[in-house]
């Protein structure tokens, strides 16, 4: 599977996630051309704060494969930069790759791996997972804008046209 296809897998779970009203953020976690686990953001439908889509898709993709050995890398494919809750996440799991569409400027974590230098691992932990931005960011920033105009709530529409590329509006704070 491409990065652009897993990328174009989280977009469909993404728009899932806008349908139902939420922010169009999804992701989906890979092994082989198997998706193991699949999710989009769920704050408003689930009320609370720790629903990220791609932390969704790995929880999933965790409860599916428990212990068990991976036979093949394990890949990440979300609309949105990971945080850096949901790279800890990744990285616990044992995802090798992430790829996503839009930078996220203000939580994201694509930079961790410049800082952090862990030391020898001795095969306990798994290494560092590469990442990989800017995929289908036109289609991202799409639903971003669909987003935008329909949210009511004026912090969440700035977020959205930000995350789109449009200008803001001039709404009452």
Do not use: N
Not at 138 to 161: G, N, W
Request: glycine fraction near 12%; charge should be negative; aromatic fraction near 6%.
């Amino acid at each position: 599977m491409t990065p652009e296809e897993l990328v174009g897998l989280a977009l469909e779970a993404a728009e899932e996630g806008l349908r139902a009203g939420e922010m169009p953020i999804g992701a989906v976690v890979v092994m082989g051309d198997e998706v193991i686990g699949r999710g989009h953001t769920s704050e408003r439908t689930r009320g609370r704060r720790l629903v990220h889509a791609d932390l969704l898709a790995m929880i999933e993709a965790d409860e599916r494969l428990g212990w068990s050995r991976r036979e093949r890398p394990l890949l990440l494919g979300i609309t949105m930069e990971p945080c850096l809750m949901c790279f800890g996440t990744a990285l616990s799991l044992g995802v090798s790759e992430i790829f996503f569409g839009l930078d996220a400027p203000d939580d994201g974590a694509a930079g961790v791996p410049e800082v952090w230098q862990p030391g020898a691992q001795d095969g306990i932990f798994f290494p560092l997972p590469r990442l990989t931005g800017g995929l289908l960011r036109a289609e991202c920033q799409d639903q971003f804008r669909r987003y935008a105009a329909t949210v009511t709530k004026p912090h969440l529409r700035r977020y959205a046209e930000a995350m789109a590329g449009l200008p803001p509006t001039a709404v009452p704070s």
